[in-house]
């Protein structure tokens, strides 16, 4: 029997060996949103020692308004879909930010707090969804990823301060 999820209730710690829909199931493409997450995962883990973890995006509204307020400025994206889940937390001198959404995109925030070498902006939908019309402007990269079969990438760099 598989083991049970990581959760306290209000977070989620995200396994990247058993990849699980918890907390994305209102998802169309709730499996391939789960191996984006647990790829997000398995990277941090293995480059900064750093346990991924989420919450509803109604319990880290902080993090859905600084990614969405980010968009909007930036370049006028608004997101129609709900959010699922969010999280933010900083490695080393990055401060990170995701949120996850029921139309299976994966929308990340990377921002150097010592000033601006490397502040972006990633999108990431999930292989079984066609990229929202917000973001069909920007071409998108791919390659494989055993968690989370092809990933699409796509990216801007932040020009302002947040």
């Avoid at 109604?58 to 400025?73: G, N, Q, Y």
């Avoid at 990269?141 to 301060?161: C, P, T």
């Amino acid at each position: 029997m598989p083991a049970s999820p990581k959760t306290n209730g209000d977070t989620y710690t995200v396994d990247f060996h058993t990849v699980s829909p918890v907390g994305l199931e209102s998802s169309p493409v709730a499996a391939a949103l789960a191996g984006l997450r647990a790829n997000e995962a398995r990277y941090f883990k293995n480059k900064y020692d750093h346990i991924f973890t989420v919450a509803p995006a109604s319990k880290a509204k902080s993090a859905v308004d600084w990614v969405h307020r980010i968009l909007k400025e930036e370049r006028g994206i608004v997101i129609s879909s709900r959010p699922l889940e969010a999280t933010s937390f900083q490695v080393e001198n990055i401060r990170m930010a995701y949120v996850f959404y029921e139309s299976g995109l994966s929308i990340n925030v990377m921002y150097t707090i010592d000033g601006p070498s490397k502040r972006a902006v990633g999108f990431k939908p999930s292989e079984d969804m066609e990229v929202p019309e917000q973001l069909s402007k920007f071409k998108f990269a791919r390659q494989k990823s055993k968690l989370a079969g092809v990933i699409r990438g796509s990216y801007f760099v932040i020009k302002n301060e947040y």
